[in-house]
Structure formats: structure tokens, C-alpha cells
């Protein structure tokens, strides 16, 4: 899909189901390769990062079949330890199959991984971890080789929670030699998630969610059917999504213990929440309050991943606010594309200033990465006239239907 015309100043009123998780999902498939049988994933999202992590286990030699939202794999059959350019540059979370080929299979080859163009998004705490663990690991030509006659359990420290790490480690540890113990680890809920998946499989792991995690090797996993929880992020952005537009929209399915973060900033804006076990409804002010200053940090704090579509809604807010991004160095790509529809921002290294303005005018933008292009739709749903998002491709890898949802709230969108 090319371009996405939204038709904006329409509020937005209804009802979503919230997909499953992309974050939880592609490590979780990248554990499934540590089990030599079946894993089954319910509720696994159809979205392009999905479909890319399924070619990855089928070159591995893995069968994999779809049933509706449910993904089977076989893992019994890997030959092929080598991961093709193919699909690990469009993909951060290829380098998490380090983790689990050097468990399964004892080596692998990755070339650098790629991903949302979104930072210098280094992966040498990856790497330095998993050769603790007796990886070697070298790089030629753009290309990671790896192998360990055997892999065992060590104590590493984390300077920084990364969360890519953290599943690297983890998924290194399931099936190593003696403990592996992690300090400082990250805390997020797809760390949890990847936990839960394994635990059911037979792992020995402790602590998850916690700032240390422990890890005992076992010898072997079994075959399990997990449920996949709901994306936090993509309930995140729909809200944003009522927040630019106006209106009122109920999301069910939605991980509600995992978003206090969003709430509070929501509520500071302006909105009324009504939270129930699983369902959030939302009354989004006519314009929403500025906020004196938002940093995005580790969870439980306010998410990176929903920095820029809280940017979105910032442009047309009373008042001037400030966000502080302390994750990525580049993820403000969005903002000459918000100043083309009269957005006022300004930008010095990590911090943005934001001069809100009564609406915001519809143009032609282009999305350069996942959440930024989804953060134009979001701009778009409350700007006057038509924004027509080019390369709407990016939206695609985390998305599953962010065009129907919308729709299905009120909001006029074409796609060609
Ligand atoms: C990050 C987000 C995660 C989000 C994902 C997708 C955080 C803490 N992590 O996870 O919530 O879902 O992006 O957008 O919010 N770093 C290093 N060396 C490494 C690895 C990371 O210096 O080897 C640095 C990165 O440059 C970055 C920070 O650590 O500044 C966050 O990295 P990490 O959590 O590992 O990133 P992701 O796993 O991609």
C-alpha cells in the first residue's frame, strides 16, 4: 500500500477490539526455535513484522501455518542457522534470533539487523552479554557469526535496561548450562510475556518484571498453546487518535495494568477515562491542555514508542509543551512532515517545544518509520481538509488494520 488519505475534523466515536502485541510477539517467536515440537500463539497479529519473522523460522527449515489469528510452528526441522539480509534489515528484532539459535543450535549468522530508521540504536550490550554466556562472536562484512560449543549461565550487569538485550539473554539462558542471573534487567510487559510463553514450555525462569532475573537451564522444553496479550501501543495510538480528533471511543481487550503511564498523561491533557478490567472509554476534550513536560523512559514510564503520536496530538493543544525523549536520539523525523500542516515545533538534541495551534491543515507527509507514520494518521484525523500520508508501508509493520479501525470510529479514509 502506497498513500492514505484521512479526511480530518471528524470526531471519532465507536468501539475497537485492541490487536495482540507486536513487542511480545516477534520474541516469542524467536523462543519458539528453542522447543523441538509445536508452539502455538493465539491472537498473534497479522502485521508486516509478523509475516517478516515467519519467513525468517520457514528459511530456518520451521513449519509455520496460520489458523485465522493463530500461529503454529514446528521447530523440529531447523537446518539452516544462517539468516538471510532479506529479512533481518527490515527487522531491529532479528538480532533476538542470536539469542535463540545460539541456545537451540549452538551458532548463527545475522547480518546487522535493521529496522525503524529511528536512531544510531547500537547492539553491543547484546553482544557483549551473549559472549559472557561463551558466544564468540565475530563480524565480517556486515554479517554477525556466532557459535558456542556451549553456551552457560553467567551473571550479567546491565548499564542501561534494554529490552532487546534483556530477551537476548533470556532466550540464551532457557536451555544454557547452570544459572544465568540479570541485573538492572528491563521491566517491561513483553519481557513478562516472553517469560510467561517460556515458563508454559518448561523454562525455569524468576524474577520477570523485576530489575534482576534469574535463569536456570533446563534440558528440554515441550509443546504449549499460549494466548498473546494486547499491544499497549496500539491501544496508545487510537486514543491519540480521539485525543486529535475529538469524540468519545471505547477500546476492549485492552491491557489496562500495563498503560498508567498513558493514563495519567491523557487525563493531564484534558480526557475523561473510564477504566473496567479490559475496557477503556474515552471522552477526549474539544482541544486538549499542554503539558509543561513529558519524558519518555523504561516502563513503567511514558513509552517512546508513543512519543510521536503524543507529538501529533501536542500540536493542536492550548499552550506550549515540552517533550523529553531519553530513549532514541532520532525519533523527532516527524516533525518537518507536522510543520507542513502548520505544526509549530522546535527541536534541540533530546528535547521538543511545542507551540500549540487551533487546528492543524491537511497536506502531503511522508511516514519514514513505524510510529511516526502512524502519528501523521493521528495528526491527519484533526487537521482541516486532507493529509495524505505517503509510504504508508512503515504503519503496516505494527499495525493490522489501522485504516478499518479508524473507520470504524468515523473517521473517512481512503488507501490506493
Ligand atoms: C526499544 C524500547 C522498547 C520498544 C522498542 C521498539 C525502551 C527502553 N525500549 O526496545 O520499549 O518497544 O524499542 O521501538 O523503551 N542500547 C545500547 N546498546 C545495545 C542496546 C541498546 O546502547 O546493545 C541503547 C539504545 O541505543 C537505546 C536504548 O539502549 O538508547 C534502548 O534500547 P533497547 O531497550 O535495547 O531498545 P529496543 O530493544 O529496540
Known sequence: MGDITVRGGIPLHGKLYVQGSKNAALP???AAILHDGISVIHNCPHILDVENTVQILLEMGCSVEWHGSSLKIFAGTIQNTEISSEYAAQMRSSVI???????RMGNAALPLPGGCTIGKRPIDLHLDSLKRMGARIEEE???LFAEAQNIHGADIR???PSVGTTENIILAAVLAEGTTRIFNAAKEPEIIELCRFLKEKGADIRGEGTACIVIEGVKKLKDSEFVLMSDRIVAGTYLMACMSAGGMI???RAPVCQMAAQFKILESMGAQLQIEKDKIVMSAPERPRALRAVATQPYPGFPTDLQSQLLAVLCRARGKSRII???FEDRYQIVPQLKKMGAQIDTAGQEAWITGTQCLHGTEVR???LRGGAALMIAGVGAAGKTTVKDSHF???GYEDICGDLRNLGAVIETN
Not at 534470533?97 to 541456545?103: H, K, P, Q, R, W
Open 28 to 30: 516469542i517467536l524467536a
Open 250 to 252: 471505547s477500546l476492549e
Open 141 to 143: 562484512k556486515e554479517i
Open 325 to 327: 525523549e531519553n530513549i
Open 158 to 160: 546491565l548499564r542501561f
Open 395 to 397: 504503519i503496516f509493520r
Open 97 to 103: 534470533f542470536l539469542g535463540s539459535l545460539l541456545g
Open 367 to 369: 511516514a519514514c518509520e
